[in-house]
């Protein structure tokens, strides 16, 4: 009668407890010099890519929201009524965005310039394209 189920081609190895873990690598190891190019040139290319308006607003997000919090628990003095830390956190974030962005993008062109390395152009915006 023919398999019915596709057998696997790897073989799976189980621990002691009797859960099972995956196979790791199985060719040559690496040697020293290769891995730490590896690692090298993965946060090369982490510090070189140009700051994004989305990380500068996951960044200005978490910091109004810890204040709505620092200001829920009564860091500044009494404690806030709600619609007041909602308001303070709002006002917070539309602050620390675009300043947060700046201030990165200001880091990153220093960077570059620093390294010697070239700073891409911006292309201008399409004017009346919808």
Known sequence: MAQTKRKRRTKHRGNAAGSIEARGRTGR?????????NLRDARQDR??????????AFRAGFASIM???????GI?????????SIVL???AFALYWPLGY???HWL????????????PERK???????
């Open 108 to 119: 990153w062109r220093r960077r570059m310039l620093k390294e010697g390395r070239p700073i």
């Open 76 to 84: 500044g003095g009494t404690k806030q009524s709600i619609a007041s």
């Open 102 to 104: 700046k201030f990165d």
């Open 89 to 91: 956190a709002v006002l």
């Open 29 to 37: 190891k690496p040697t020293e010099s290769e891995r730490k190019t």
């Open 67 to 73: 204040l709505f919090v620092l200001f829920q628990i």
């Open 47 to 56: 510090r070189s890519a140009e700051p994004t308006w989305g990380a500068a």
């Open 124 to 130: 201008p915006a399409a004017k009346g394209k919808r």
